[in-house]
């Protein structure tokens, strides 16, 4: 009912401007059928049941309803969400494995090769040794690249 009622409108406008752009004897008609059709829009708009929106409870953790999305479009929803959901799982593993290395206090000193990838060049339990062998590698003037991090990071 929405729909029509946006219909009607759109021609009823479409009619009374049409009208307006034309100098012939139809143009009487064309403005009064396109007032019609605007405001029976209009009405049928105002007459259709509108559902309120509703605040969610708090605590309330329902998922919304993905039924009337068509099966295609809720399958790629929750494969969506299921991929999120492991993301997230794998995020917590690696933080927590960063942690307890941190926590052991083990530090590596990495250095960038020309290909990009990092290489250990040594494994120290402090990061005040760690960045006096990065500033001691770096004093010697060569182009690779040296950082510090958490060993095994």
């Given at each position: 009912?929405?729909?029509?009622?946006?219909?009607l409108?759109?021609?009823?406008?479409?009619?009374?401007?049409?009208?307006?752009?034309?100098?012939?004897?139809?143009?009487?008609?064309?403005?009064?059928?396109?007032?019609?059709?605007?405001?029976v829009?209009?009405?049928?708009?105002?007459?259709?049941?509108?559902?309120?929106?509703?605040?969610?409870a708090?605590?309330?953790?329902?998922?919304?309803?993905?039924?009337?999305?068509?099966?295609?479009?809720?399958?790629?929803?929750?494969?969506?969400?299921?991929?999120?959901?492991?993301?997230?799982?794998?995020?917590?593993?690696?933080?927590?494995?960063?942690?307890?290395?941190?926590?052991?206090?083990?530090?590596?000193?990495?250095?960038?090769?020309?290909?990009?990838?990092?290489?250990?060049?040594?494994?120290?339990?402090?990061?005040?040794?760690?960045?006096?062998?990065?500033?001691?590698?770096?004093?010697?003037?060569?182009?690779?690249?040296?950082?510090?991090?958490?060993?095994?990071?």
């Amino acid at each position: 009912m929405r729909r029509l009622a946006l219909l009607l409108i759109g021609l009823g406008v479409g009619l009374f401007a049409g009208s307006q752009l034309s100098a012939s004897r139809a143009q009487a008609t064309a403005l009064w059928t396109g007032v019609a059709a605007t405001v029976v829009g209009l009405v049928m708009l105002a007459a259709a049941p509108s559902e309120p929106y509703e605040e969610p409870a708090e605590g309330d953790e329902r998922r919304p309803a993905l039924s009337g999305l068509g099966t295609r479009v809720e399958g790629v929803l929750k494969l969506a969400e299921q991929q999120a959901a492991d993301h997230l799982r794998e995020a917590e593993r690696d933080a927590k494995k960063v942690r307890a290395r941190v926590e052991a206090g083990l530090w590596a000193v990495l250095r960038e090769g020309d290909d990009g990838q990092r290489y250990e060049v040594a494994r120290l339990e402090s990061r005040s040794d760690a960045d006096s062998v990065v500033a001691a590698l770096e004093a010697r003037g060569h182009l690779q690249r040296y950082t510090v991090a958490p060993a095994g990071s």
